[in-house]
């Protein structure tokens, strides 16, 4: 009697990435997020693709090999931040997990298994409608405590840094992340000026019955957690970042903030400031060299003919007008500034960047 050959198993359905098995005689399948599509060639020519993939719960590496073309050719028509099924094989690459890919496509809504929540985290239904391919945007910030009920020790510490500062304590707890908080993120497609400016906005306390006036229908009323949460998938799925003056303060803060509520930061901002994907900081391209002129986001708008974003409220305005319920005020001011951003983007693009062997 001849023995029985065990029927090959077919690939199996991960519900997320955490629960990868290395084991190289055995196909997977799941869903992720392309973070980062590269192309290259081996010394010995071989071509390959090395990718990024990520979800809700786990980033790791993968690699595609041309023993595989329909993938190489799906990878290369793919766009950072997309949402993909992944046929794999789980190995071992120094010492660390990586996928290596058979097949790769385009994650369709009614594929059995597919829950965007799964790929993208806690809040992708109030970004779903949103995303794009350059994300331009700016925050406010306001301070998040009384000092009536912080340690006097902090208190004391907050005085007297304003006191050398020559500024009031409640800006310096509004540009900081261990006292400030952000009250109003606003954004938008930098690749389409008269795309729509939207805006997370955080009400005072938490209660929509404390703003004055009406709430415009391009601002959206969330905890300061759910525009954290918001930010990071927007930023995820985006190509690239677009902020003024963004390393110094925007992505610090969102950092700061972050980790005050745990909130996973998904796309590095940080990275080396000589790169200009996956954060673009406009700041660094306009105030580069030696130069000591002001190069605030108002001055270089003026000295490219671009309309000013200042006219109304300034940042320092932003506390009051916040105390006072005043958030649609500063989600317009917020607006703004973003559209400014994205006029200084494209000039940027197109008379700097478009030039550039790594845009």
Known sequence: MSELVPRPQG??????????????????????????????????????????????????????????????EAARAARRGQPVKLLFRVEQYQGALQLNVRKLRGAQDDDDGYAPARVFG????????????????????????????????????????????????ELVMSLSPLFGQIVSLAFMDGDDLDSE???????????????????????????????????????????????????????????????VHEVPARVDLLGS????RPHLDLYRMVATGRSVAPASLDAVCWALGVESPKDGMSGADVAPAYARGELGAIATYNRGDVRATASVYQRVRDTVLRFRDDW
């Open 273 to 276: 400031p000589y790169q200009v």
């Open 122 to 169: 806690d809040g992708f239904e109030r970004v779903a409608g949103k995303l794009c391919r350059t994300l331009v945007f700016d925050l406010e910030t306001a301070p998040a405590h009384d000092p009536a009920t912080m340690p006097a020790s902090v208190v004391e510490a907050i005085r007297r840094h304003a006191t050398r500062e020559g500024c009031e304590p």
């Open 197 to 259: 400016v939207w805006a997370l906005g955080v009400p005072p306390g938490n209660d929509p019955r404390r703003l004055v006036g009406e709430v415009p229908p391009w601002l959206q009323l969330v905890s300061e957690r759910e525009l954290l949460q918001a930010f990071w998938l927007l930023a995820a799925q985006a190509e690239v970042v677009v902020s003024y003056n963004g390393r110094n303060f925007d992505v610090p803060f969102l950092l700061g903030r972050s980790l």
């Open 11 to 72: 690939p199996e359905l991960l519900a997320d990435l955490t629960t990868l098995v290395p084991d190289p005689n055995r196909l997977f399948v799941a869903y992720a997020s392309l973070m980062q599509v590269q192309e290259g060639r081996t010394r010995q020519g071989r071509p390959y693709f090395d990718l990024v993939v990520s979800d809700a719960a786990r980033t790791i590496a993968a690699k595609i090999w041309d023993d595989a073309p329909e993938a190489m």
